[in-house]
């Protein structure tokens, strides 16, 4: 045997790839991609009552902490309402108002979009259920451990919490209330076997995310503020 013959029938060292490197070698050509459009085909994104849905899911967080962190800065609402108390309960009841409206969009779209029948199993149906059921159990439970004004930001209005809550739900998840609202949705949405509902909780989440990213470092803040305050009296 030639000396390329040999080199040929040794085995080549296996050489890790990079974390995409693998990506390179698939063939997307064959990727089957007809569940993907069947999926999209069954949603009408120009519907208008899907419009006002994503607007609704979009409004809602910019609007509470736009007017928190206005109240934060001026006390405004507090001056306005005689009491920090009394603000908050308002802006509060205000915010539940504007979920009912923005609950009850996503539900007019998925009952008036197409359903997708590989959603429409008993196993899925099931899993909306569950999902629901763990959705209300985090907002309930974050609701009583917080309370109202703990609930629809009473840190910006300077009633402050004496100690940060850390039972259940918060061993859990930092934000069980948005991510309870997320899995309620989620689980709406695979009950109707509604391809609609599945993207309008995407938005859901992706609302919230961002929210997220505002609410805690400046939650954070005040806290830190309070704290410092004390340590100099």
């Known amino acids: 045997m030639s000396d390329s013959d040999a080199a040929a029938g040794r085995k080549k060292p296996n050489v890790p790839l990079g974390c ?115 959705g209300t159990l985090l907002v309930v439970s974050s609701f009583l451990a917080l309370g109202f004004t703990g609930t629809f930001l009473g840190d910006y209005f300077g009633i402050l919490m004496d100690e940060k809550v850390t039972g259940f739900p918060f061993n859990l998840t930092e934000n069980p209330m948005y991510w309870g609202s997320t899995a309620n949705y989620l689980g709406l949405a695979l009950i109707g076997a509604s391809p609609v509902g599945l993207v309008l909780t995407a938005v859901v989440a992706l609302a919230y995310k961002v929210a997220i990213r505002f609410e805690g470092p400046f939650t954070e803040q005040i806290y830190q503020q309070r704290n410092q305050r004390r340590k100099h009296q």
């Open 20 to 134: 995409c490197e693998g990506l390179n070698n698939v063939d997307y050509s064959k990727m089957d991609l007809i569940p993907i459009e069947e999926f999209i085909r069954h949603i009408n994104f120009r519907d208008s009552s899907f419009c006002i849905a994503v607007i609704a899911i979009i409004f809602n967080p910019l609007f509470w902490n736009v007017v928190a962190r206005w109240e934060h800065r001026t006390r405004g609402l507090s001056r306005l309402f005689g009491s920090p108390y009394l603000a908050c309960c308002s802006l509060g009841l205000v915010i539940i108002l504007l979920n009912v409206l923005r609950s009850h969009s996503m539900t007019v779209v998925m009952k008036t979009q197409a359903r997708w029948e590989p959603m429409e199993r008993t196993e899925v149906f099931y899993f909306g259920i569950s999902l629901m059921v763990l």
